[in-house]
Structures are given as C-alpha cells and as structure tokens.
C-alpha cells in the first residue's frame, strides 16, 4: 500500500523558515515525481512545488519561487520543502503527492497534509 | 495561463440521484484533465485521469467525458460517501502544468 506521511507543519512568524518532509513507502520511491500541493483553509488546491525522480527536474509556483526549496532523498525514500521568508498567504495544509507514471502531472497517490499556519 | 471554471459552486443532491459536475477549459485542452474527490477532512483523491480513464479503485458509478474545453463528471447513484468536493485539473507535463478548478461542493439536499 502505497504512504505519504507529512510532518514538519507548526506555527511560524512572517519572515520565518520551515521545513516540510514527507516519508514514503510502499512503492519504489526512486522511480516516481513527486510534489507538494497546497489548500489554504476553506480554499481549493494550488500546486507548490514538483521534482523528479532523479532531481533533475524541478519546478515551482510563481507564488514561491525564490522562497521555497524542493529537494529529496532518495536513499531514505524522503521528500522536502524548505519555506524562507514565509508570508500569511503561505498559511495552508501542504500535502505530498505522486504523480502517476513518471512525470505525468496527474497525482495519484496523497499524504494527509500537515498543516503550516504563519501568523504574528 | 489556461483558467479551469468549475461549475456550479455548489450543487445539493439526494442519495440515489444522478449528478453531472462540470468543467471549463479556456482554451483548448485536448484530454488532459483529471477529478479528484476530496471528502471533509480528508486529502484529495484522484478518481478519473485523461478526460475518461477511471483511477485504479474508482467505482464504476462514476464517468468522465469530455474533450477540448468541456469536460463532465458524473455521478450515478449517489451515495452517502459521495458527498464532497471535487476538483478538475487541468495537467500537462511539457511543460509541467497544474491548473486546478476552484472546486464544486456537491451537498446533502
């Protein structure tokens, strides 16, 4: 069965750091794109961040480019996002997602999200 | 930008009702759109990819159609665990795309 555990969600300060993880199993990890997808409360979905399974693709939203990092380990079946300078707007359940057949963009497999709330 | 316009925000249903859920594409998208399915609480599910193609564990009650600009969910049967939000997105992987409509919350009438 496949997992995605996020952890690494809290309170933080505009202008403070955080950094996202996302524990897999249950498939070969190493094989597959993964992303970060966000809903701000009571919002739809935006699509934060994508890398693929090799790092050698990576992509990121208009509304965190520069600010935020993508990266994973693939040795420890492991994906990050580290947040700089994060804003209110950043304020969201962030959820790691697969994506179905290599880099395909359609995410079929998700975490339960972990919740980042920047506020003062 | 390609805009993804689902409508209607909201629709309220009865169990065992048949429901159709759209999907606007603002230009021309060929068959590039999936549904998710996304019950209170809980994170998205994808249910239906490439336009038509049910995701592995989707129930055969529900059928997407569409191509172009216009794309439909629909429903048949409804059942309680039904009741969500769902979301089209429009997905393309050169370059890498990931449009996602604003959601149409299907609700107990």
């Known amino acids: 069965e496949v997992q995605l555990l996020e952890s690494g969600g809290g309170l933080v300060k505009p202008g403070g750091s955080l950094r996202l993880s996302c524990s897999a199993s249950?498939?070969?990890?190493?094989?597959?794109?993964l992303n970060w997808v966000r809903q701000a409360p009571g919002k739809g979905l935006e699509w934060v961040s994508s890398?693929?399974?090799?790092?050698?693709?990576?992509d990121y939203a208009d509304s965190v480019k520069g600010r935020f990092t993508i990266s994973r380990d693939n040795a420890k079946n492991s994906l990050f996002l580290q947040m700089h300078s994060l804003r209110v707007e950043d304020t969201a359940v962030y959820y790691c997602?697969?994506?179905?057949?290599?880099?395909?963009?359609?995410?079929?497999?998700w975490g339960q999200g972990t919740l980042v709330t920047v506020a003062s | 930008e390609i805009v993804m316009t689902q409508s209607p925000a909201t629709l309220s249903v009865s169990p065992g009702e048949r429901v159709t859920l759209s999907c606007r594409a603002s230009?021309?998208?060929?068959?590039?759109v999936a549904w998710y399915q996304q019950r209170p609480g809980q994170a998205p599910r994808l249910l239906v990819y490439g336009a038509s193609t049910r995701a592995t564990g989707t129930p055969a009650r529900f059928t997407g159609s569409g191509s172009g600009t216009e794309f439909t969910l629909t429903i048949n049967s409804l059942q309680s665990e039904d009741f969500a939000v769902y979301y089209c997105q429009h997905y393309n992987n050169l370059p890498p795309l990931y449009n996602f409509g604003q959601g149409t919350k299907l609700e107990i009438q």
């Open positions: 249950g498939f070969t990890f190493n094989s597959y794109s």
């Open positions: 230009q021309n998208i060929n068959v590039n």
């Open positions: 890398i693929s399974s090799r790092s050698n693709y990576i």
């Open positions: 997602a697969r994506e179905l057949n290599g880099r395909s963009a359609i995410f079929d497999s």
